[in-house]
């Protein structure tokens, strides 16, 4: 069983930054792959980017260019950088892991775009 918590969520202006945190209970090593979903208020959860075991990384358009995944082996966490924030990032995001045919997800942490 691994344990996903996420952190580093907070309130932004419009154009601000924030980074999320996403440690793992055990070696985040042999995940296959790492995730970070969001899910606005009365929408559906959506993907917003990928990082795969090798560092090889993937991102929804909407955030392109705007977010940066990367991963610490040493601290078995991920990260999620976020800059050029706008009103519509707004939501709860999640961190997904999918190792050995499982997905395990963390509770969320809640990001806020609003001046």
């Known amino acids: 069983q691994v344990q996903l918590v996420e952190s580093g969520g907070g309130l932004v202006q419009p154009g601000g930054s924030l980074r999320l945190s996403c440690a793992a209970s055990?070696?985040?090593?042999?995940?296959?792959?790492m995730a970070w979903y969001r899910q606005a208020p009365g929408k559906q959860r959506d993907w917003v980017a990928n990082?795969?075991?090798?560092?090889?990384?993937t991102y929804a358009d909407s955030v392109k260019g705007r977010f940066t995944v990367s991963k610490d082996n040493a601290k078995n966490t991920v990260y999620l950088q976020m800059k050029s924030l706008k009103p519509e990032d707004t939501g709860v995001y999640y961190c997904?892991?999918?190792?050995?045919?499982?997905?395990?997800w963390g509770q969320g942490t809640q990001v806020t775009v609003s001046s």
């Open positions: 997904y892991a999918f190792s050995l045919g499982n997905g395990y």
């Open positions: 055990g070696s985040i090593v042999s995940m296959n792959l």
């Open positions: 990082i795969f075991s090798g560092g090889s990384t």
